[in-house]
Nanobody
């Protein structure tokens, strides 16, 4: 059974840094894109970042420069380093794996979801 387990969320202050981790089990995703979405209260789930199996990274235009995605293939884990956090970054952050060969990183292309981790940024 595939499971994606996020960790690292919490309550931080404006300007702080936070690193999220997502450990996958039940299958190796070394040949699949892995990434992150987030969903704020009352809003739709939105794409944050993805790293392909080859190491290419793509980000939401609004977040590029503050967030960095990385992967450890040996650990089957993906990370999201978040910096200069703002109150509008408050959301539940979801880890996701995409169908092999996907190059459209929308929720419809997600094969597996994590349960999410709450990130709250206070002003």
């Amino acid at each position: 059974q595939v499971k994606l387990q996020e960790s690292g969320g919490g309550l931080v202050q404006t300007g702080d840094f936070l690193r999220l981790s997502c450990a996958a089990s039940g299958r190796t995703f070394s040949r699949d894109p892995m990434g992150w979405f987030r969903q704020a209260p009352g809003k739709e789930r939105e794409f944050v970042a993805v790293e392909t199996w080859a190491g290419y990274t793509y980000y939401s235009n609004s977040l590029k420069g503050r967030f960095t995605i990385s992967r450890d293939h040996d650990k089957n884990t993906v990370y999201l380093q978040m910096g200069s956090l703002k109150p509008e970054d408050t959301a539940v952050y979801y880890c996701a794996t995409f169908r092999r060969g996907s190059n459209i990183y929308s929720p419809n292309e997600v094969e597996y979801w994590g349960q999410g981790t709450q990130v709250t940024v206070s002003s």
